[in-house]
């Protein structure tokens, strides 16, 4: 039989040694070359695929494969996942990132999902980077995962996933190794977050990145202060051990270790590993620059998505355990601080109009305290610049930010209670496309705030002309005093924050 060997592949490996992807392509092609040079028409060449997959064994033996769980070299073999839909404006960023680490990465795949811009011209444009397509994927980034995770993870060791708008500091991945490798107990590590101040074109994108910069490095603070542990092992930028995750896919018999039904499936993941005992943890050290949200359709459609996301996970846990303590605080700490302002507020207005207001410099102290916080979080702030002090010393940045969190947290609770259904990765994709998604939050809060006019001209009608004193006095006795406990409340939590120790780790 005469083997006719087919031409050498183009970006051949030069005067490296041959890596895995070269050794199957030149398998590939002697046995391609080997079966259509001798098959005659209708006999062999219908078997081609029998005949390679036989073979394989043998080439595999005489050339060598890296193991599953050690490299050639004895060091763990790492794998990149990077799911992308229209990311044309940011994936070379990420690449770039990616190639540049100083802990080489093994395989560096891209996963494709539906683009229809020019990412995918792009990617192509670097060596040593894989492009995989999704294939019938219905469930957006998590399908992209998945397909990736059934093609690629289980001749790795740690399983990279990575945002494609997301950029690692050099030395991350080679800091999460490490932590890794430090703590066997580990599922996951994932980097510290923040985001470039320089991505903001215009005065107010760059404010809404300062927004995300305060509230990242303050959720942060809090995760460092609690031993590193965290709740999330964000999508951004965490390093994971294949192995737990292999665990998760096989106890809860998916596909792959992420649940397609949920709307954050890093956070659903994160509890499916803390259930199984295993440690999930903040590095020390890494940094990433996640992708910041420089319009406000964006920011809204991306956090109606994680709200809602965490919303659901919650009510289905219904109870505080040990892996939704946190959240649930959180949650109740948002919807308490939007009360006490509504309430403040309301009781501000039925005062005034009767003319039972009295004024006392004792209400500046729990504004004083919110001040010195915001200080402090933007004092640590990566990157701080003098703006990130002035934005915390002026108090209507951070109401602002505070009621836009509060809208969010409370319309995705309803949306939770009254059992409407949102797809969330849709409407953030339109969102920061500026088609639609978050885009009616605007329309949707001015309703909210005219229908509340009215119900208030109604309300302070009745109060003026029909309500007795004896109930006047009532309801103004009743509400300040509930306004006084609550706010007294939020004043000793946020004095606890102030002065908790930060244990030298930096957000």
């Given at each position: 039989m005469t083997i006719m060997l087919a031409p050498r592949r183009a970006g051949t490996t030069g005067g490296r040694a041959p890596s895995d992807d070269d050794l199957d392509a030149r398998f590939a092609d002697v046995v391609d070359g080997a079966v259509l040079a001798s098959a005659p028409a209708g006999g062999f060449r219908a078997s081609l695929q029998q005949v390679r997959a036989g073979a394989a064994k043998s080439w595999r033996s005489m050339f060598g494969r890296r193991s599953a769980t050690k490299a050639t070299l004895g060091r763990p073999r790492i794998l990149a996942l990077v799911p992308a839909h229209n990311e044309e404006a940011d994936i070379a960023r990420t690449i770039e990132g990616l190639l540049a680490q100083?802990?080489?990465?093994?395989?560096?795949?891209?996963?494709?999902?539906?683009?229809?811009?020019?990412?995918?011209?792009?990617?192509?444009?670097?060596?040593?980077?894989?492009?995989?397509?999704t294939v019938g994927n219905i469930d957006k980034k998590v399908g992209a995962l998945t397909q990736g995770w059934q093609q690629w993870a289980l001749d790795?060791?740690?399983?990279?996933?990575?945002?494609?708008?997301?950029?690692?500091?050099?030395?991350?991945?080679?800091?999460?190794?490490?932590?890794?490798?430090?703590?066997?107990?580990?599922?996951?590590?994932m980097c510290r977050y923040t985001f470039d101040i320089n991505l903001g074109t215009t005065f107010f994108a760059r404010q809404l990145i300062r927004a995300q910069r305060m509230d990242f490095a303050s959720w942060l603070t809090d995760i460092m202060a609690?031993?590193?542990?965290?709740?999330?092992?964000?999508?951004?930028?965490?390093?994971?051990?294949?192995?737990h995750l292999q665990q998760v896919t096989t106890d809860l018999e998916r596909n792959s270790p992420w649940d397609p039904d949920a709307q954050v499936e890093d956070m659903e993941l994160t509890w499916r590993l803390h259930e199984m005992g295993r440690k999930t943890l903040v590095s020390a050290t890494a940094?990433?620059?996640?992708?910041?949200?420089?319009?406000?359709?964006?920011?809204?459609?991306q956090r109606r998505k994680w709200d809602e996301g965490m919303a659901a996970l919650l009510w289905r846990h219904k109870m505080p355990d040990k892996n939704t303590f946190i959240p649930w605080k959180q949650q109740f700490s948002m919807l308490a601080n939007g009360l006490v302002r509504l309430l403040f507020l309301a009781m501000l207005i039925a005062a005034l109009t009767v003319h039972q207001f009295t004024w006392s410099p004792i209400w500046l102290i729990p504004i004083a305290i919110g001040v010195a916080l915001n200080v402090k979080?933007?004092?640590r702030v990566p990157d701080r610049r003098p703006a990130d002090i002035v934005y915390a010393l002026l108090v209507f940045p951070a109401e602002l930010w505070l009621i836009t969190r509060v809208w969010s947290t409370a319309v995705s609770w309803l949306n939770i209670w009254?059992?409407?259904?949102?797809?969330?990765?849709?409407?953030?994709?339109?969102?920061?496309?500026?088609?639609?998604?978050?885009?009616?939050?605007?329309?949707?809060?001015?309703?909210?705030?005219?229908l509340g006019g009215a119900a208030v001209?109604?309300?302070?009608?009745?109060?003026?002309?029909?309500?007795?004193?004896?109930?006047?006095?009532?309801?103004?006795?009743?509400?300040?005093?509930?306004?006084?406990?609550?706010?007294?409340?939020?004043?000793?939590?946020?004095?606890?924050?102030?002065?908790?120790?930060t244990r030298g780790y930096r957000p």
């Open positions: 100083t802990r080489p990465i093994d395989r560096i795949v891209v996963i494709l999902d539906n683009c229809t811009d020019g990412t995918e011209a792009i990617v192509r444009r670097y060596q040593g980077v894989t492009v995989q397509h790795h060791d740690f399983v990279l996933g990575v945002d494609a708008d997301t950029v690692l500091a050099k030395d991350a991945l080679e800091q999460l190794e490490a932590e890794m490798v430090r703590v066997p107990s580990a599922a996951g590590v609690r031993n590193r542990s965290t709740y999330v092992l964000g999508g951004q930028a965490t390093l994971f051990r294949t192995k940094r990433a620059y996640a992708g910041p949200m420089v319009t406000m359709k964006g920011l809204m459609g979080i933007a004092w009254f059992g409407a259904r949102r797809d969330g990765w849709a409407a953030q994709a339109a969102a920061e496309a500026g088609k639609g998604g978050g885009s009616g939050v605007i329309g949707k809060m001015l309703a909210v705030i005219l001209a109604g309300a302070t009608w009745w109060w003026v002309t029909q309500a007795s004193v004896q109930v006047q006095e009532t309801v103004l006795t009743t509400g300040w005093s509930v306004v006084t406990v609550m706010t007294l409340a939020l004043t000793g939590f946020a004095l606890i924050k102030l002065f908790k120790p």
